[in-house]
């Protein structure tokens, strides 16, 4: 273990500035072209096996050890948000209105650091390592369902993921067995009612003011309608109608999410929600559209492999905290993986304890403390070749 954290070591500024190359050249989901690219030539150099075009816009390595043993994947996604990029680094954003903002930059630096010090201990390697790159981790329905259907899974055993969390201390790791984080799912809804001069309401039906009770109205279902005991969001994140000042909107539209780790929760919610969005308008006069998509599933860790990861972690030098901690509403596509293999996703602080402000993520002014890409390197390096010496028996007797 100890080889391994000093190659690590070695490679850490490779690392960064191949986190603040990519941090310089973003690409939204599903059109991550030349970041994939890049991605595929880097493992090709050290000679792994590679598929690209996996799922998408996936690209899927291979590095197999000298000796038998159990097939481990390690999965960065790649993608950036549509944001445009506020901090005053030097390596900010050349791509103007697209922005790391999640981190996924350091992720796959993480992976590609890894892939190459584990590359130089192959001939020590009792099994194999599949480092899954993934694509639009960030807009459902994501590149992770379709890279499995593409077989980037096929024959593997476990699966290892971590997220860079920017608001989170460095040095600390959060594991959780069980829910760890929500389903996202989406919905849309168009209001029709019939517009009309400001000064004449009564010969209206004004989509603003049905908009607005319905806003109330949905409200309400979470917090009436859901026990408080069980976790659920319903956001109206956008509601525009867009009129001169002397106009009544004949139409308004609003979007939104739900996030709920529940599947009964998450089917009452979506009936609930049509139920209101159809009564509330039919009140009014007017008329509705609504539609609700599905996003991700809820992400849940293994038992046996998340405690598992955790001992490995406190047995980090550069590790301070290992806790269990509280599910998250955010979504994360790596639950598809763990519906088809055994693994474990945890989080890996990034905080840099110096700055004034930590800004969360997808903010315009996003940014980590890049040592905690050493850190999550050498967490998913140990659980990689402690998960194939204890396994690798198993496999030699089957």
């Not at 919905?187 to 009612?193: H, K, L, T, V």
Request: net charge negative; charged share 25%.
């Amino acid at each position: 273990m100890q080889k391994l954290f000093d190659r690590l070591d070695e490679v850490y500024e490779e690392i960064v500035e191949i986190r603040r190359y990519l941090h310089q050249n973003p690409e939204l989901s599903f059109k991550e072209l030349k970041t994939a690219k890049y991605i595929a030539e880097y493992h090709e150099k050290l000679g792994h096996e590679i598929r690209t075009g996996v799922g998408g816009n996936g690209v899927v390595a291979t590095l197999k050890g000298h000796h038998p043993g159990p097939t481990v994947a390690l999965r960065a996604d790649f993608d950036a948000l549509p944001i445009f990029e506020q901090t005053d680094l030097p390596f900010k954003s050349q791509n103007d209105g697209v922005m790391h903002a999640c981190g996924h930059d350091g992720h796959t630096a993480t992976l590609l650091g890894l892939a190459k010090v584990l590359n130089k201990m192959k001939s020590e390697l009792q099994g194999t390592v599949v480092f899954i790159h993934q694509h639009a981790e960030e807009l459902p329905p994501g590149g992770a369902l379709p890279m499995i259907e593409d077989g980037c899974l096929d024959g593997v055993d476990v699966i290892f993921g971590t997220h860079l969390q920017a608001e989170m201390p460095l040095g600390e790791i959060g594991y959780r067995a069980g829910a760890l984080q929500a389903a996202p799912d989406m919905f849309n809804i168009r209001i029709q009612g019939r517009g009309g001069h400001g000064a004449y309401p009564h010969q209206t039906i004004d989509s603003i003011a049905v908009g607005s009770q319905l806003i109330n109205s949905l409200n309400q279902i979470v917090s009436r309608k859901i026990d408080p005991l069980d976790s659920a969001v319903l956001s109206v994140t956008s509601f525009v109608a867009e009129n001169p000042y002397n106009v009544i909107a004949d139409h308004a539209e609003m979007i939104g999410t739900v996030r709920t780790f529940k599947e009964e929760t998450r089917i009452f919610i979506e009936q609930e929600m049509e139920r209101v969005v159809k009564g509330v308008c039919e009140t009014a006069g007017a008329s509705c559209e609504f539609t609700y998509t599905r996003g991700y599933p809820t992400l849940i860790n293994h038992k046996e492999e998340t405690e598992f990861v955790a001992e490995i972690a406190k047995r980090i030098p550069s590790v301070t905290t290992v806790k269990e901690t509280e599910p998250v509403m955010g979504g994360e596509d790596f639950a598809y993986y763990l519906q088809h293999v055994k693994g474990t996703f945890f989080f890996t602080g990034a905080q840099n304890p110096e700055w004034e402000v930590s800004y969360p993520h997808h903010h315009p002014k996003f940014d980590i403390d890049e040592r905690a890409l050493l850190i999550a390197a050498k967490v998913l390096g140990m659980a990689t070749l402690e998960y194939m010496q204890v396994h690798a028996k198993e496999v030699q007797v089957k």
